[in-house]
Nanobody, 115 residues
Framework: QVQLVESGGGLVQPGGSLRLSCAAS????????MSWYRQAPGQVRELVAS???????NYADFVKGRFTISRDNGKNTVYLQMNSLNPEDTATYLC?????????WGQGTQVTVSE
């Protein structure tokens, strides 16, 4: 079965950096686009970044120039490098994949940006 396990979240000061990881299993990772979403309390879930199987990336306007999505097909892992973090980036970050018309989600990893 498809499994997605995120890690790397934590508490960071404004201006700091974090690198999130999402380890995938249960499907042929290299064949599928992967995405990172985030959801803050009381807010809708929003797309942060995505990467196709060919490595083409797409970013939400609010993270362009600060976040970088990448993938390592040998490790079945997708990453999200987050730089210049600000308090508005505080949220639970989740990775996602669509396999045979079904959307799968990880459990999420919490990112808190605060003094």
């Amino acid at each position: 079965q498809v499994q997605l396990v995120e890690s790397g979240g934590g508490l960071v000061q404004p201006g700091g950096s974090l690198r999130l990881s999402c380890a995938a299993s249960g499907f042929t990772f290299s064949h599928y686009a992967m995405s990172w979403y985030r959801q803050a309390p009381g807010q809708v879930r929003e797309l942060v970044a995505s990467i196709t199987s060919a490595g083409v990336t797409n970013y939400a306007d609010f993270v362009k120039g600060r976040f970088t999505i990448s993938r390592d097909n040998g490790k079945n892992t997708v990453y999200l490098q987050m730089n210049s973090l600000n308090p508005e980036d505080t949220a639970t970050y989740l990775c996602s994949v669509i396999v045979i018309w079904t959307t799968y989600w990880g459990q999420g990893t919490q990112v808190t940006v605060s003094e």
